[in-house]
T-cell receptor, first 114, second 110 residues
Framework: SAVISQKPSRDICQRGTSLTIQCQVDSQVTMMFWYRQQPGQSLTLIATANQGSEATYESGFVIDKFPISRPNLTFSTLTVSNMSPEDSSIYLC???????????FGSGTRLTVV | GQQVMQIPQYQHVQEGEDFTTYCNSSTTLSNIQWYKQRPGGHPVFLIQLVKSGEVKKQKRLTFQFGEAKKNSSLHITATQTTDVGTYFCAGRSAGNMLTFGGGTRLMVKP
């Protein structure tokens, strides 16, 4: 099965700065998903990233704050822009294995904004 | 929008006791998935249920999908310390979006 690599695994950032998270899959996948998970909480979908088109954002998330790139079928990035302490969370990328399979998740990026 | 509720939020059990977590959706689901997230880890896919009334087993884990395809359960028989983690259900609607439940955190006392 496909493997997904996510980096960085963690970072501590100053407020007002931006952080770009990268996810690399070892095979081509059609859709990639970006989630946020507050400690001890469930997963909230930020956006769906398709290659060759703009990402589709869920309610409460906007492109200016969370720009996403999907330059090809194996790679995607999520940028957390103009960070504030409220952005401190775990960010996870994932992809689906089609309608008969589950999602595979990256190992996550633990972001702390100070 | 679609909501997926999961109970209980936490469960402490003695090693060897059984454990069950329940998942309820506000809408009829096309399928439901279950994930396990170990402390400090990422969610790992366990299983997908598609058919009404479906029951699947993985060793000590039994997964059920309700007849109305709006609820599901995960039952673990004779828990072990390796079962520790948070179990999430995730329901997929006709719109193909996956919505995660709040999760049940299982703690096992040796």
């Amino acid at each position: 099965s496909a493997v997904i690599s996510q980096k960085p695994s963690r970072d501590i950032c100053q407020r007002g700065t931006s952080l770009t998270i990268q996810c690399q899959v070892d095979s081509q996948v059609t859709m990639m998903f970006w989630y946020r998970q507050q400690p001890g909480q469930s997963l909230t979908l930020i956006a769906t990233a398709n290659q060759g088109s703009e990402a589709t954002y869920e309610s409460g998330f906007v492109i200016d704050k969370f720009p996403i790139s999907r330059p090809n079928l194996t790679f995607s990035t999520l940028t957390v822009s103009n960070m504030s302490p409220e952005d401190s969370s775990i960010y996870l990328c994932s992809f689906g294995t089609g309608p008969t399979g589950g999602y595979t998740f990256g190992s996550g990026t633990r972001l702390t904004v100070v | 929008g679609q909501q997926v509720m999961q109970i209980p939020q936490y469960q402490h059990v003695q090693e060897g006791e059984d454990f069950t977590t329940y998942c309820n959706s506000s809408t009829t689901l096309s399928n439901i998935q279950w994930y396990k997230q170990r402390p400090g880890g990422h969610p790992v896919f366990l299983i997908q249920l598609v058919k009404s009334g479906e029951v699947k087993k993985q060793k000590r884990l039994t997964f059920q999908f309700g007849e109305a395809k709006k609820n599901s359960s995960l039952h673990i028989t004779a828990t072990q310390t390796t079962d520790v983690g948070t179990y999430f259900c995730a329901g997929r609607s006709a719109g193909n979006m996956l919505t995660f439940g709040g999760g049940t955190r299982l703690m096992v006392k040796p």
